[in-house]
Antibody, heavy 118, light 104 residues
């Protein structure tokens, strides 16, 4: 069974940092692109970042580029999102998802909530 | 930057009805990259349709997708109670704003 479990969310002050993790099981993690998507409270989905199977290629939405870093450890079946210089607009549930091709996200985690507030 | 506009924002329907959701793009899309997701409260999204018209694993055949160019649709032939949720279209790094199906 494919599973993706996010962790690391919480309350952080504006300007602070946080590292999210996504531990996966049930598939060959090292074969897939992986993506982070977020959802502000009561809002729609926003694509955030993605990383290729070996971690050598990353892409970001403009609003996070330079502040967020996506990475992975294929030996630990884990995906990460290092977030810094956090702002109120970053408050959201953050989901990790598997990209099975053509940027289609076929498995999602349950999400982890990040709240940026003083 | 591609913009996906979904309409309507909210639909109130009854069980058993047929519904068609619209997703319009600001420019022509490669249909291979167009997907639809369902999201219920407190849950992560679930993939329904990929490549415009292919159903994901385990998705009932009452769900179907079609379209080309800038206009794409998701049709649910007969609404079941579990289908009342929010639906998003998606192309590469862009999501539509979602359509909420509510019970009338």
């Amino acid at each position: 069974e494919v599973q993706l479990v996010e962790s690391g969310g919480g309350l952080v002050q504006p300007g602070g940092s946080l590292r999210l993790s996504c531990e996966v099981s049930g598939f060959m993690f090292s074969n897939y692109w992986m993506t982070w998507v977020r959802q502000a409270p009561g809002k729609g989905l926003e694509w955030v970042a993605q990383v290729n199977p070996d971690g050598s290629e990353t892409h970001y939405v403009d609003s996070t580029r330079g502040r967020f870093t996506v990475s992975r450890d294929n030996t630990k079946n884990s995906l990460y999102l290092q977030m810094s210089s956090l702002r109120g607009g970053d408050t959201a549930i953050y989901y990790c998802a598997r990209d099975f091709g053509w940027a289609t996200l076929d498995y999602w985690g349950q999400g982890t909530l990040v709240t940026v507030s003083s | 930057e591609i913009v996906l506009t979904q309409s309507p924002g909210t639909l109130s329907l009854s069980q058993g009805e047929r519904v068609t959701l619209s997703c319009r793009a600001s420019q022509t899309l490669d249909s291979s990259w167009l997907a639809w997701y369902q999201q219920k409260p407190g849950q992560g999204p679930r993939l329904l349709i990929y490549g415009t018209s292919s159903r994901a694993t385990g998705i009932p055949d009452r769900f179907s997708g079609s379209g080309s160019g800038t206009d794409f649709t998701l049709t649910i032939s007969r609404l079941e109670p579990e289908d009342f949720a929010v639906y998003y279209c998606h192309h590469r790094v862009t999501f539509g704003q979602g359509t909420r199906l509510a019970i009338k």
